[in-house]
């Protein structure tokens, strides 16, 4: 009898009643760190994925897409940030492309599991590479802990976190908005992950509502990530003084991106319906 080779799939169920299925060729990595599970899986459509808890983070094939957007928006605002952090986002793909600006002269990494630092290095070295250039630093310490040690410190932060569970829970509170204000320069802006507009539509009202009682200037934008629950993902952005929506188009850096570009920087704050009503005040 002709014996089959059995088809490996790789399932996260994004809520209770829903999921994504991809075929896998085989594990890579397995480990569990003080805070989490961690494993690295090779796919047949989108290269090795990096899975913490369960969830994808991020993959070989669309990577550039979150990495880009979480960046490039503030980064352009900003006309001369010199000091960058990033809380979270020990893969490195926001650092990398941090270093793309020759006006940065620091970029500090928090990273509170250093295994997550370890595996991005070993699995994904294109995404991790920039890790290693001289004006990194990098601190595998609590972010939160982190933002409320330095006061009046950085030009951009950056909030590349987990889904809102475990330690990542007060990452997406209003006191630690509170504190990235603080953290902040006078004309400083941050950025933050924030989820699914399908899925979590509760939470990108809270956050955006917390956000913009803390900053005088808020934003929200939106970007297609295949292997994010639902495909479309948003970002929340604070700033002190500069209005993305105000930027010169023109004056904006070009870099041999892949999603981001000048052109399109005004149009991602251009919402569908759905996702705008999110931000009106209750009531409205």
Same mark, same amino acid.
């Given at each position: 009898?002709?014996?089959?080779?059995?088809?490996?799939?790789?399932?996260?169920? /994004?809520?209770? *009643?829903?999921?994504?299925?991809?075929?896998? *060729?085989?594990?890579?990595?397995?480990?569990?760190?003080?805070? !989490?599970?961690?494993?690295?899986?090779?796919?047949?459509?989108?290269?090795?994925?990096?899975?913490?808890?369960?969830?994808?983070?991020?993959?070989?094939?669309?990577?550039?897409?979150?990495?880009?957007?979480?960046?490039? &928006?503030?980064? *352009?605002?900003h006309p001369n940030p010199k000091r960058v952090l990033v809380v979270g986002g020990g893969d490195g793909g926001a650092i990398r492309e941090i270093l793309?600006?020759?006006? &940065?002269? /620091?970029? &500090?990494?928090?990273?509170?599991?250093?295994?997550?630092?370890?595996?991005?290095? /070993?699995?994904?070295?294109?995404?991790?590479?920039?890790?290693?250039?001289p004006r990194v630093d990098i601190q595998v310490a609590d972010g939160i802990q982190h933002v409320r040690d330095n006061k009046g410190k950085y030009d951009v932060i950056l909030v590349d976190s987990t889904e809102p569970v475990g330690p990542?829970?007060?990452?997406?509170?209003?006191?630690?908005?509170?504190?990235?204000?603080?953290?902040?320069?006078?004309?400083?802006?941050?950025?933050? !992950?924030?989820?699914?507009?399908?899925? *979590?539509?509760?939470?990108?009202? /809270?956050?955006?509502?917390?956000?913009?009682?803390?900053?005088?200037?808020?934003?929200?934008?939106?970007?297609?990530?295949?292997?994010?629950?639902?495909?479309?993902?948003?970002?929340?952005?604070?700033?002190?003084?500069?209005?993305?929506?105000?930027?010169?188009?023109?004056?904006?850096?070009?870099?041999?991106?892949?999603?981001?570009?000048?052109?399109?920087?005004?149009?991602?704050?251009?919402?569908?319906?759905?996702?705008?009503?999110?931000?009106?005040?209750?009531?409205?």
């Amino acid at each position: 009898m002709e014996m089959r080779e059995m088809d490996l799939w790789y399932t996260e169920k /994004q809520t209770k *009643n829903h999921g994504i299925t991809t075929k896998i *060729n085989k594990t890579l990595y397995h480990d569990k760190s003080e805070f !989490q599970t961690l494993d690295v899986i090779e796919t047949a459509e989108f290269g090795n994925m990096l899975v913490l808890d369960g969830m994808v983070m991020t993959t070989d094939r669309d990577e550039f897409v979150y990495h880009e957007m979480i960046t490039h &928006v503030a980064m *352009n605002t900003h006309p001369n940030p010199k000091r960058v952090l990033v809380v979270g986002g020990g893969d490195g793909g926001a650092i990398r492309e941090i270093l793309r600006y020759p006006s &940065v002269e /620091q970029a &500090v990494l928090a990273e509170i599991d250093g295994k997550v630092i370890a595996a991005s290095k /070993q699995f994904f070295p294109k995404i991790a590479g920039g890790l290693d250039d001289p004006r990194v630093d990098i601190q595998v310490a609590d972010g939160i802990q982190h933002v409320r040690d330095n006061k009046g410190k950085y030009d951009v932060i950056l909030v590349d976190s987990t889904e809102p569970v475990g330690p990542a829970v007060g990452l997406f509170q209003k006191p630690f908005y509170e504190e990235i204000y603080e953290a902040l320069k006078e004309d400083g802006i941050m950025v933050a !992950q924030t989820e699914s507009p399908w899925f *979590n539509r509760d939470l990108i009202r /809270q956050v955006f509502r917390d956000i913009s009682s803390t900053f005088p200037i808020t934003r929200l934008y939106t970007a297609s990530i295949p292997t994010y629950p639902s495909g479309l993902w948003s970002f929340t952005i604070g700033s002190k003084k500069y209005d993305p929506l105000a930027v010169d188009e023109a004056k904006l850096h070009r870099f041999d991106t892949r999603y981001y570009r000048p052109e399109l920087h005004k149009a991602l704050f251009s919402l569908p319906a759905f996702v705008l009503e999110l931000l009106q005040p209750e009531g409205e």
